[in-house]
């Protein structure tokens, strides 16, 4: 089992930034690729970015790309998305996930651990 905790959420205004941390426990954290998604209101959860077990590999949808950047610090456990330039359509619940395999991926269903999510809001 691995249990995930986020970290960061909160209230900016459009253009400002947020940092999103995800503490991991339980199993062996650094085997496991990690992700971020993303929840709004009435709309389905959808992918934000993903990071390979190394930090090597990372993958963004198209519409955070340039502007959010996931990073991990596998001796902290913790896996990190920088937001940067927010804009109010990026206001959603945003959940932390680790896979059980090193790979990352942007699909959902090919997460196995989930966080409970942390309320980001961007005001215009």
């Known amino acids: 089992q691995v249990q995930l905790l986020e970290s960061g959420g909160g209230l900016v205004q459009a253009g400002g930034s947020l940092r999103l941390s995800c503490a991991a426990s339980?199993?062996?954290?650094?085997?496991?690729?990690m992700g971020w998604f993303r929840q709004a209101p009435g709309k389905e959860r959808e992918f934000v970015a993903a990071?390979?077990?190394?930090?090597?590999?990372?993958y963004y949808a198209d519409s955070v790309k340039g502007r959010f950047t996931i990073s991990r610090d596998n001796a902290k456990n913790t896996v990190y998305l920088q937001m940067n330039s927010l804009k109010p359509e990026d206001t959603a619940v945003y959940y932390c996930a680790a896979r059980t395999v090193t790979r990352p991926s942007g699909l959902t269903y090919e997460y196995h651990y989930w966080g409970q999510g942390t309320q980001v809001t961007v005001s215009s």
């Open positions: 339980g199993r062996t954290f650094d085997r496991n690729a």
């Open positions: 990071i390979g077990w190394s930090g090597r590999s990372t």
